[in-house]
Every structure is written in C-alpha cells, then in structure tokens.
C-alpha cells in the first residue's frame, strides 16, 4: 500500500513562510508527477503546483515567483517553500503524487494518490 503523508502547515502573519513537506511511503512503486493542491472553503480544489519526474515544473498564476516546488527523488518527498504569503493562500493543502506500482507479481497499477491534507492560515 503506497501512503502519502504530509506535515508543515500551520498559521501565519501575511507577508510570513511556511514549508510543506510530504513524504510518499510503500513498496515497488515509481513516481511520475508530484504536485500540491489547495482548497479554500466554498471552492474547489485548485492545482497550485506541479514537477514532474525530470524536475520541469508548473505553477498557478496566483503563487508564481512566491511558491517553491521541490522533490527529492531518492527520499520520495516533494517540498513546497511558501513566501510572501497572503491570506487568500489560506486553505487545506493537499500532497498529490500519479504513481504506478506493482502490488504483486505480474501486476501494474497506475493510480493518484492523496495526502491527508494540511490546514495553513494566513492572516492579515
């Protein structure tokens, strides 16, 4: 069983940083993409930022110069430094990881896994 598990959020002062991390946990598995979402309430879920395996990576407009996504391909974890934050980055966060993995001999599943989520609060 492949398990995301994150940690980092919290609250903050506008103008403040955080770091999210999450670790990717399991056995036989690759991982292709690894990203972040976020969801404020009343919204839906929001693609913040994305790398993939080669290290190329995708920002929303709205964090882009502000927000750093990193992965560690040896330890399984991807990272996301948060800067200049403004309380309408306030949501849970969400570690999001495509991954396929071989459950048992023979057999290969592609799937997207979810973290737990992590609240982070930005206040002004």
């Known amino acids: 069983q492949v398990q995301l598990v994150e940690s980092g959020g919290g609250s903050v002062q506008a103008g403040g940083s955080l770091t999210l991390s999450c670790a990717v946990s399991?056995?036989?598995?690759?991982?292709?993409?690894m990203a972040w979402y976020r969801q404020a309430p009343g919204n839906q879920r929001e693609l913040v930022a994305e790398?993939?395996?080669?290290?190329?990576?995708n920002y929303a407009g709205s964090v882009r110069g502000r927000f750093t996504i990193s992965r560690d391909n040896a330890k399984n974890t991807v990272s996301l430094q948060m800067n200049s934050l403004k309380p309408e980055d306030t949501a849970v966060y969400y570690c999001n990881a495509d991954i396929t993995y071989w459950p048992s001999r023979g057999v290969r599943l592609d799937t997207k896994k979810w973290g737990q989520g992590t609240q982070v609060t930005v206040s002004s």
């Open positions: 399991g056995k036989n598995f690759n991982i292709n993409v």
């Open positions: 790398i993939i395996s080669d290290s190329s990576t």
